[in-house]
């Protein structure tokens, strides 16, 4: 299996910025899309940013010209650098990944992995 560590997560105040990291690791793997979901209390999961192998990204409208998505292939790694953060923006923020997975028996087949999920609390 893929295995996605995230980091970064923590308070800050409003306006402040935060820089979240995510880490695949695991088995030999083609991940093809990263993204960031959050989950406020009370609140369904939703998407915030993702983006494609090639680099292609899409926003959620609240977080566009605030947060920014980039990935580091050789690394496996996907960031979130959010500025100008809002008390809105407090959540648990969760790693997501998708691609194809190379078995023990030699074929491929696709996976999805979630993080663990960090907290981001944006508060005075």
């Known amino acids: 299996q893929v295995q996605l560590v995230e980091s970064g997560g923590g308070l800050v105040q409003p306006g402040g910025s935060l820089r979240l990291s995510c880490a695949a690791s695991?088995?030999?793997?083609?991940?093809?899309?990263m993204s960031w979901y959050r989950q406020a209390p009370g609140n369904q999961r939703e998407l915030v940013a993702g983006i494609l192998s090639g680099a292609s990204t899409t926003y959620a409208d609240s977080v566009k010209g605030r947060f920014t998505i980039s990935r580091d292939n050789a690394k496996n790694t996907v960031y979130l650098q959010m500025n100008s953060l809002e008390s809105e923006d407090t959540a648990v923020y969760y790693c997501?990944?998708?691609?194809?997975?190379?078995?023990?028996?030699?074929?491929?087949?696709?996976?999805?992995?979630w993080g663990q999920g960090t907290q981001v609390t944006v508060s005075s």
């Open positions: 695991g088995r030999r793997s083609s991940i093809n899309t």
């Open positions: 997501y990944a998708d691609g194809r997975i190379v078995t023990p028996f030699g074929n491929s087949r696709s996976f999805t992995s």
